[in-house]
Each structure stands twice: as structure tokens, then as C-alpha cells.
């Protein structure tokens, strides 16, 4: 259990949590390694005396704009903060003859542009030639790709730094920070959070710091009404807070494995109202999206394989769906994919058979290619007999042949043994009358 305790001021600090809990220091920042570790460029950037422009692009609540700021108070430039949503031309007029008055003093001027995909390209337009001489240092935060949004000259004058969503572990140094540090907190005595609720409130912030934080200043809020000496944030105060009710699910422990288990089964017995509620069950619990997609493609290898060949695409363009939209959007991608994976005919003679072929190859060995099949890229090698007999397919007109591809000591085994669903039930009919071909062939060669 996590615990604070909090300050009693005469002047209580009435700034959202989230914003008493903006870190100043680029030593605070938590997050974004691949951006601020040892030589990485934004910790260069701070490091040095020189600030290009830049595009900070990255989902809600990951820093950008405290990294703007703190990269500006590294360079002792004056700072400008604008919304896109908020201002227009007009507004960025005045801000152009406010960094000529800053230039004209020896400082310069980092304009930071909140939201900048929301500007249209006659409001970009209006600031790109003070970018250009460098009147202007421009800083533009966006959730958007800035290929869709932003102009291509500007574009081109612009650094883009990727921000990726803050990890599990990110968000619980954010929660623990705001417990531990009684600067931050609401009026009161002493409190705690419990394990739970601090693992479920991270899990529903989904990677932005800005929804924990809010979320847990809400909380604090309802605990507050409680009356008991120690406040402690429970479980209940965080549904209350976030307006969802928890499902019971341990994501590494047996309720995970009890319902991927459910999901699983219903593909498998072709029930798509059973697989689609298990798969909204883990959704809603908080499951990792990308585990279930993942789930979803080795159910089409493995329990459909080539009675619907196409399974295995639908599973991994819906996993491709979700990256690109995230939740939300992109959880009707998989559920698209779980319903067809359930209707789709079904098939393990692909699972099956690749067993038989690693238990064979454990209990044989590395049994020698056979000589014919072998490539023969030298004189020696085709001296040693490499390739020698080899039938070359395309020459026949049927483009079949009858020749051993298996060891020798293996020869005429059979490991894939297509059912008669679905698109299988055509490759078992291929098979069936290619082997009728190259008997009637043998017969006839025996005859003569």
C-alpha cells in the first residue's frame, strides 16, 4: 500500500494536480528514454545552447509540452505558449512583433503551438517565414501525424520527435510521486492508496500521465468524504472516480488464463457470440490489445490453418488496424477478426502435422539430405554426385514428377493430412490426384 501525507497551507495551491505535478527538471521528466537518455537527441538538445525548431508528436499526456518547456528554459529564450484551438492569424501577429521587440533586446523566441495539426494551412502560412529567418524557434505539440496536418514547408524547417505512450512503469513513478509529495497534494490528514487501486487506475490511463492524474486527484476528492482518520483510496473511490466498474481479471494470473482459455475455445467450437464477449471481457479488464491480436493469429495457423487461408490475414491485418488506431478504434478490428476466425472452417492438420515433423526430427537427428535434391554450385560437388537424377518439375507437362524429398530413412512418410473442410477439402482432392497421376505413371513404366 502506497501512503502520503499531506500539507496544511494557509494558501492552498488551487492548480490541478496534474499541472503541480509538471516537472521542471529534465531530471524529473519520467519517460521517453529513447528521447532523453545519455546521447540521445533531446538530452543533447538541453544540454547545448541551441534550440531548432521542432514537431513533438505523440498521444495525450506523454510530456510534450513540459518538454517544450523545459528545453526553452534551457536556452534562456523567451517563452510563448499558444493554442491552435484558441488563436488564430491576428493572434500570431502580435506574437511576431512581441519576438521582434525580444530580438531587438538580444533574445530570442520559442513559440510553443499546442495542438498545431489544428491550424489551417493559411494559419501555418502566417508564421513560416518568421521560422524561416529564425525569428521564430517554433515548437508544435500534435496527437496527429504531421505528414496529414502539417504544411509541407514548414514541415521541412521542422525536427519530428515521436513520443510513444508512457508504460506501466512510467505511471506508477507519476502516482507514486504524487503520494509521496505533500506539495502536491489536497487538503487533509493522511493518506493511502491500495495496490489495487493503484494498479487499476494505471492500467486505465493508457499510457497519458494527464488521465492518471486527473483520475487520481478525483479520487482523493471522494476519499475525502470518508470519516475515518487514515483516508484510504480504494477501489471503489477509483470506479467512482473513472465512472467504470472493475472486472475482476489479474493479467498474470489465473483469471487471464481463464478467459483467454474461453476466448480460445469458443473460435475453436465456431461460436462467435461466445468469442466476442470474451474478447470485449478482456478488453474491458484491461488486457493488452496486442496480446489478444497475437492470440488471434496463432488461433489461425494453428486450429484453421488451409481449410480458409485467408484466416491468417485477417488476423494480421487487425493486428495492423489496432497499432495504427489504438483503443478505442481499433478494437473492432479484433473483434472483425474474432468473429471471422470463429465462422471460418476449421483445421488442425497444419499443427498436427508440423508436430509430427519435430518429433521426428528429435528422434532421427539430422538425417542427410538426399543426394538428387541437392545443389551442386561446383565441379566437385557435381563430381560427388550432388543433384545427380534431380527431375526438374517445369519440364513435365503436368509439372509433376516422382521423386523422394524426404531422407531416405523417412521415405513415404506422410505428416500433413488435409481434412475435407473448407479450402482443405480442395488441397486433399489436389493431393489425392496428383499421387493417382504418378501411380498410374509407375504402373505403366513397370508394365514396360
Not at 292 to 301: E, K, P, V
Not at 379 to 400: I, T, V
Amino acid at each position: 500500500m502506497e501512503s502520503f501525507h499531506k500539507m496544511n497551507t494557509s494558501a492552498q495551491d488551487t492548480r490541478p494536480l496534474a499541472e503541480k505535478m509538471r516537472p521542471e527538471k529534465i531530471e524529473d521528466f519520467v519517460g521517453q528514454e529513447h528521447l532523453l537518455g545519455p546521447g540521445k537527441i533531446l538530452r543533447q538538445l538541453q544540454q547545448g545552447n541551441y534550440l531548432p525548431s521542432l514537431l513533438l508528436w505523440g498521444p495525450p499526456g506523454t510530456g510534450k509540452t513540459t518538454l517544450a518547456r523545459i528545453l526553452a528554459q534551457s536556452t534562456n529564450a523567451c517563452f510563448i505558449f499558444f493554442s491552435a484551438v484558441l488563436g488564430g492569424v491576428k493572434e500570431i501577429r502580435q506574437i511576431v512583433e512581441e519576438a521582434r521587440e525580444n530580438s531587438a533586446h538580444g533574445s530570442k523566441t520559442i513559440l510553443f503551438v499546442d495542438e498545431i495539426h489544428r491550424f489551417n494551412k493559411s494559419q501555418q502560412d502566417a508564421f513560416l517565414p518568421h521560422v524561416e529567418s529564425g525569428l521564430l524557434t517554433l515548437i508544435g505539440a500534435t496527437t496527429e501525424n504531421p505528414s496529414f496536418h502539417v504544411v509541407a514547408p514548414l514541415l521541412s524547417r521542422c525536427r519530428v520527435i515521436t513520443l510513444n505512450p508512457l508504460t506501466s512503469d512510467n505511471l506508477h513513478t507519476i502516482l507514486r510521486r504524487a503520494i509521496d509529495n505533500p506539495e502536491h497534494a489536497i487538503e487533509g490528514e493522511h493518506y493511502t492508496i491500495t495496490e489495487a487501486a493503484a494498479e487499476y487506475i494505471v492500467a486505465m490511463a493508457d499510457g497519458d500521465a494527464r488521465r492518471l492524474l486527473n483520475s487520481l486527484e478525483i479520487a482523493f476528492s471522494l476519499s475525502e468524504t470518508k470519516e475515518q482518520e487514515q483516508m484510504s483510496i480504494s477501489m471503489t473511490d477509483v470506479e467512482e472516480a473513472l465512472q467504470r466498474k472493475t472486472l475482476r481479471y489479474d493479467a498474470g494470473g489465473e483469471e487471464h488464463y481463464n478467459l483467454i482459455s474461453a476466448l480460445h475455445k469458443s473460435l475453436r467450437d465456431s461460436d462467435p457470440d461466445g468469442a466476442l464477449y470474451w474478447l470485449g471481457r478482456m478488453l474491458q479488464s484491461g488486457e493488452d490489445p496486442l496480446y489478444i491480436a497475437r492470440r488471434l493469429i496463432r488461433f489461425a495457423s494453428e486450429d484453421i490453418g488451409n481449410a480458409e487461408p485467408q484466416a491468417l490475414t485477417v488476423a494480421l491485418n487487425a493486428r495492423e488496424s489496432f497499432t495504427i488506431l489504438g483503443s478505442p478504434e481499433g478494437d473492432l478490428a479484433l473483434a472483425q477478426a474474432a468473429a471471422y476466425l470463429a465462422t471460418a472452417p476449421k483445421s488442425n492438420a497444419i499443427y498436427t502435422g508440423y508436430n509430427k515433423v519435430i518429433e521426428e526430427i528429435k528422434r532421427s537427428g539430422s538425417l542427410p539430405v538426399p543426394m538428387h535434391i541437392r545443389n551442386a554450385p561446383t565441379k566437385l560437388m557435381k563430381n560427388l554426385g550432388y543433384g545427380k537424377n534431380y527431375q526438374y518439375a517445369h519440364n513435365d507437362s503436368s509439372a509433376l514428377v516422382d521423386q523422394e524429398h524426404l531422407p531416405d530413412q523417412l521415405t513415404g512418410s506422410l505428416y500433413y493430412e488435409p481434412t475435407n473442410r473448407g479450402y482443405e477439402s480442395i488441397i486433399k482432392d489436389r493431393l489425392t490426384k496428383w499421387r493417382q497421376i504418378l501411380a498410374q505413371r509407375n504402373r505403366k513404366q513397370e508394365k514396360q
